[in-house]
């Protein structure tokens, strides 16, 4: 065997080291690159929603609620009000108790249809007193029978309303609807309301729940090419975990937002199997909030029911805490 051969076959040998050197330099960053793609590229914020508990024993269980989630750290929590401020003072009553107990932010909602502008400047000057820096303004709903609109019959009468009162006091959060409100002629127009809330003073919108995450992409496109600038708008996507079938499609039915047909026919399958029920909705939502995430969401808002378990579960395996 002569010294060429000799040569050419180290050769041979160094240029195959080098090769697999580099393959597996660029399989490690076409492996890294392919999991940067698939992981959430931040973590968004996210809050939680209660409803007014109506009974002491209620009010309680809420108050454990509270305590469970917060120890999540949420952006704030917000309780709702309900039909023409018939909760009013239920929900004040939850707001005073919930503040007493953290530092963490609350948010009551306040409606303004059937109300006079006195009742409603009123309850400003008691948020302002006990230490309420952020609200939720809708228009939210006449009581059965009533007729009267009052004088803010419009969630941007609400917020101009509360702009003229009480300056830059509060941070206002709107709602927005990606599905279109229900009683919107077209979605241009839907659109047109939600920007002219903005305008208002507005620093925010809460989306109704949705399951299709095109529906929320298509609104802020939408939002985006009237010239918001969502950065400064933030178009928080709301969402409902599914824990019920009755409840979701009832809830779904009543507010205009869609359920799936796949989720619908899923959940009539199962029937009365609970179980299989929250494990298959905590599948579904669990993926629609990845989506969301990888589309750069700015922030999560749960629809609780008042339950910790979903909530936290959810909040946890998205890893946002």
Do not use: W
Request: with cysteine; charged share 20%.
């Amino acid at each position: 065997m002569n010294q060429q051969f000799l040569d050419q076959l180290a050769a041979l040998e160094t240029l195959a080291k080098s090769l697999k050197t580099d393959l597996g330099n660029h399989l490690a960053k076409g492996v890294q690159s392919a999991a940067s793609q698939a992981a959430p590229s931040h973590k968004p914020k996210f809050s939680f929603e209660f409803f007014p508990a109506k009974t002491a024993d209620a009010q309680e269980k809420l108050t454990q609620t509270f305590d469970e989630l917060n120890t999540l750290n949420p952006q704030y929590f917000s309780v709702t009000y309900g039909a023409g401020g018939s909760t009013r003072d239920t929900t004040l009553g939850i707001v005073k108790n919930l503040l007493a107990r953290s530092d963490t932010p609350i948010a009551p909602h306040l409606s303004c249809i059937g109300d006079s502008k006195a009742e409603i400047g009123e309850l400003l000057n008691i948020y302002k007193a006990i230490g309420v820096t952020r609200l939720v303004a809708l228009r939210g709903d006449l009581p059965s029978g009533q007729v009267n609109m009052g004088e803010l019959p419009f969630a941007v009468d609400l917020v101009k309303f509360i702009r003229e009162h009480s300056g830059d006091h509060f941070t206002v959060k709107v709602a927005a609807y990606p599905e279109m409100h229900p009683q919107a002629k077209n979605f241009s127009q839907d659109i047109d309301n939600l920007v002219a809330k903005h305008h208002a003073g507005a620093a925010g919108a809460i989306t109704q729940f949705f399951y299709n995450p095109e529906s929320y992409l298509y609104l802020r496109d939408k939002v985006a090419a009237r010239g918001v600038d969502l950065d400064k708008f933030e178009l928080t996507a709301g969402i409902m975990p599914i824990t019920n079938a009755s409840n979701l499609i009832r809830f779904a039915d009543s507010a205009g937002a869609d359920v799936p047909r796949y989720i619908r026919k899923q959940l009539a399958e199962y029937g009365d199997d609970s179980k299989s029920i929250r494990a298959f909705g905590f599948e579904v939502v669990l993926k629609l909030c990845e989506h969301l995430i990888r589309e750069g969401v700015p922030s999560l808002h749960f629809y609780t029911m008042n339950k910790v378990k979903p909530n936290k579960e959810l909040v946890e395996a998205l890893g946002l805490v």
